[in-house]
Nanobody, 124 residues
Framework: QVQLVESGGGLVQAGGSLRLSCVASGRTFRFSDYVVAWFRQAPGKEREFVAAHSWSGSATNYADSVKGRFTISRDNAKNTLYLQMNNLKPDDTAVYYC???????????????WGQGTQVTVSS
């Protein structure tokens, strides 16, 4: 069984920064074989894509709403995915989820595993 556990959420003022982490584990799970991504869901809204990192190489993909402010990265040796969020806005308030997809393209919309989420709240 694969587990994805997010951390790093919290309350921050507009213009501030947070770094989210997602640690992956599983007996036969090889983190480096997975596209990994961040999604978010705000109250009353559908879940939306935020950013993804390819499983091979360093290709990334971002939602237009976060380009230039958020940076996705991964450390395969630590089985960990990160999301550095700068210049946060109240509209970034949401539960942030990490997800993993086995050997798919970085633009995939199909993910195999999901975390439980971490709350990010940005005050104005």
């Amino acid at each position: 069984q694969v587990q994805l556990v997010e951390s790093g959420g919290g309350l921050v003022q507009a213009g501030g920064s947070l770094r989210l982490s997602c640690v992956a584990s599983g007996r036969t799970f090889r983190f480096s074989d997975y596209v990994v991504a961040w999604f978010r869901q705000a109250p009353g809204k559908e879940r939306e894509f935020v950013a993804a990192h390819s499983w091979s190489g360093s290709a990334t993909n971002y939602a237009d709403s976060v380009k230039g402010r958020f940076t996705i990265s991964r450390d395969n040796a630590k089985n960990t995915l990160y999301l550095q969020m700068n210049n946060l806005k109240p509209d970034d308030t949401a539960v942030y989820y990490c997800a993993a997809a086995l050997m798919r393209v970085v633009t995939t919309t199909i993910y195999d595993y999901w975390g439980q989420g971490t709350q990010v709240t940005v005050s104005s």
